[in-house]
DNA sequence: TTACTGGTTGAAAACGTTACCAGCCTGTAC
DNA sequence: GTACAGGCTGGTAACGTTTTCAACCAGTAA
């Protein structure tokens, strides 16, 4: 089927290019009649524009992008779909483009910065490091989400987080308050982002500072899904069945651990505390509801946005953001 | 920064644009000691063409576009994810489109096909309504997953499905077979997706088939959330407290009806059995775990891909077709 | 010598849109 | 009468690429 360029529509109502231009930008002068007799034939034809041909043209106009590495985490997805509604209202067109685990982030970005002429970067479940440079070195202000960016070289990226050192020895104290001494940490390190180890780093301090010593053994490295947490879990507690308690550092892993230990006859709280990290929708739904640290969405949002649009319009310098996060106790934890 | 053209990249290489534009695009008839320098110059200024000036020019190659419509659908995003996967090597573009509850998909995809020429449209979560006009009347092939687009006047509309009817009397029949007589339907009715209405015909197929007698004020509409079903399963079991079956109309209505029992002090399965449908992750991990309808997600995929690339590329009719679903039998129903 | 080949290169015309500028009217003020 | 403003309109030059065509320069065959 025919695709009707602005020519068409100009040709059948027979008008010029411009003024079909003008109805299509709705700009105010052109004539009552003419606008309507345009708009006509626009409807008939089911015209679009070709944003190809506009973006060409105008490339003005301040396009963030909002970058989501991944697509199957419910905590990352429910903090950029808060950022879509922080964006509201503002003088500046935001899309979302997603990158999968394996894919460099900060190339989508550059091309993303040549290709659609994108001034403003927000990474949500990025990483931070050296690639990074090829952004800052174009001054492009870039905001980092869940991570720290602010002892870094970079001098155009801002970064909005929670204090992970205390909240992960939140998580830890709660576990030790209730009676456990033989607490197991399941996480992992991801390259790039220090919010693991620096929440490890609190459950230690929390730790020596009740003098209850770690067996290392007890740290596990599983993957960040239900079935990745859920096998670790099982062949874990099978080498040490009497551990008493799990810190888990994200609310999915969570959930495969209880799971896994249900598997196993050992109840969840009864037998083993577990407590999450995140807070997402379902930790209010499983059951048992789980105690978790919350992470403040909606504030990392709001601030994340915020603080892009300083820089980018008012050319404030970055800022580096701490948001209050809040251990949410709930049923998982006795 | 400065972002370079095409023309700075020529000027300082010194040769022309189609000297540069023929190393951007690979092409083979340019010296190597050419390329070589013009490659050079290239890495120095990170150069990145741009999408709008090359998208305007060759809007050949065939662009399909997937349009997901729910963004925290587990299901539905799993099935985007498996569609994916069924597009590699294959001899076209994919995109991924995202459109919210509100929105009129068939327009976001006018616009793509106008914008960036998108030749084929795969909907998923989509609804099937007269708005679809717009695309058939402009020859374009569209596939709808998970509902079935078989009675309708589009001539070039393809659907991949299962078959609702059947699985909705297979989970009615397995709470039957379980001895339940006073069961109740969650679900809802979404404009446009027979889907549900299906469900529910083959479920009063079972109860009739079984001479049960159905209590209309036990098919409840509610939204299709872990929140809106706890809300909604509050409110009913206080109202229909001899009820002992649910059958849900999606797993994550499911998790909402399940908490909701657990806090109204009624264990599941114990006292009332659930059965949800669509068989995402989480169902195997939940606890209890939920009998489930499960979709086979990826055989949809495969097949709505492969159907689309047979009307595109060989000119096939669409075909609708249906794959075979599975009820899985796990802990919440006795 | 001429003719022709193949490997490289560049000039210029698109693609569909918007911005700028100039030009037409009609009406109003001098 | 002239001058000028304001509302409306159209012609044309961009924007950054790719594509088409022509042309160059060896080298080789006749």
Redesign the pocket.
């Known amino acids: 089927m025919k695709?009707y360029?602005?020519?068409d529509i100009a040709r059948k109502a027979?008008?010029?290019?411009?003024?079909?231009?003008?109805v299509?930008?709705k700009r105010?002068?052109?004539?009552?009649?003419?606008?309507e007799k345009v708009e006509r034939v626009m409807a008939e034809c089911h015209?679009v524009?070709?944003a190809?041909?506009?973006g060409?043209?105008?490339?003005?106009g301040d396009l963030i992008a909002i970058i989501l590495r991944g697509r199957d985490n419910p905590f990352l997805n429910a903090l950029a779909e808060a950022m879509l509604q922080h964006t509201q209202g503002l003088d500046a067109s935001f899309l979302m483009e997603f990158v999968d685990e394996q894919a460099d982030e900060f190339q989508t970005a550059l091309r993303l910065s040549?290709e659609k002429r994108v001034k403003g970067f927000i990474f949500v479940g990025g990483r931070i490091d050296e690639r990074a440079k090829v952004l800052d070195g174009m001054d492009s202000p870039m905001v980092f989400t869940t991570i720290s960016a602010e002892n870094t070289s970079f001098s155009h990226a801002a970064s909005v987080f929670i204090d992970d050192r205390a909240m992960g020895y939140q998580a830890m104290k709660t576990l030790i308050d209730a009676g456990h001494t033989r607490i197991a940490i399941f996480g992992g390190i991801r390259q790039g982002d220090d919010g693991f180890a620096k929440r490890y780093t609190g459950a230690m301090d929390a730790l020596a500072e009740a003098c209850i010593p770690f067996d290392d053994e007890r740290f596990v490295q599983t993957r960040f899904s239900l079935r990745g947490a859920y096998d670790t879990a099982r062949s874990f507690f099978e080498s040490k069945p009497d551990t008493t308690a799990v810190f888990a550092m994200s609310d999915t892993i969570a959930f495969g651990v209880i799971r896994a230990l249900q598997d196993m006859g050992k109840s969840v709280p009864a037998d083993v505390s577990v407590v999450g990290f995140d807070g997402i929708e379902m930790s209010k739904f499983f059951i048992p509801r789980l105690t978790t640290v919350e992470q403040p969405v909606d504030d990392i949002a709001r601030e994340s946005v915020q603080v892009l649009m300083d820089m980018l319009e008012r050319g404030e310098e970055p800022r580096h953001i701490i948001v209050d996060a809040k251990l949410q106790i709930r049923e998982s934890v006795q």
Request: charged content about 20%; overall charge positive.
């Open positions: 695709i360029t602005i020519k027979g008008v010029s290019v411009t003024t079909v231009s003008r299509l930008n105010p002068d052109v004539n009552q009649a003419t606008r015209f524009g070709n190809n041909a506009r060409l043209k105008q490339p003005d040549h």
